[in-house]
């Protein structure tokens, strides 16, 4: 198991940019998968983008496809996650998560992370 922590949130007019980090420690594996998460007020955790610390398979959710990037350093044990054209529709509590790829049978469900950083709000203003 990781801990982790995410930095980098904040208020942010509509087609502004964010760069959120997500700092893990403890045992890290080169299996592991790095995955963001978010919640609105009233909605269910929602999937964003998730990362393979090797091999290069990403994931996006459609609705950040073209506009979020997501991306890590391995030396460092952390991933990012861009955020360009931000949208009012993008306010929430942004999560990052961990899990080995083993115990993984899709990325997208939150349920299956057992590793959680305490959230980072982002806030778009319109």
């Known amino acids: 198991q990781v801990q982790l922590v995410e930095s980098g949130g904040g208020l942010v007019q509509a087609g502004g940019s964010l760069r959120l980090s997500c700092a893990a420690s403890?045992?890290?594996?080169?299996?592991?998968?790095m995955g963001w998460f978010r919640q609105a007020p009233g909605k269910e955790r929602e999937f964003v983008a998730a990362?393979?610390?090797?091999?290069?398979?990403?994931y996006y959710a459609d609705s950040v496809k073209g506009r979020f990037t997501i991306s890590r350093d391995n030396a460092k044990n952390t991933v990012y996650l861009q955020m360009n054209s931000l949208k009012p529709e993008d306010t929430a509590v942004y999560y990052c998560?961990?899990?080995?790829?083993?115990?993984?049978?899709?990325?997208?469900?939150?349920?299956?992370?057992?590793?959680w950083g305490q959230g980072t709000q982002v806030t778009v203003s319109s």
């Open positions: 998560a961990a899990n080995p790829l083993s115990g993984l049978s899709s990325v997208s469900s939150h349920r299956q992370f057992g590793s």
């Open positions: 403890g045992r890290t594996f080169s299996s592991y998968v």
């Open positions: 990362i393979m610390w090797s091999g290069g398979s990403i």
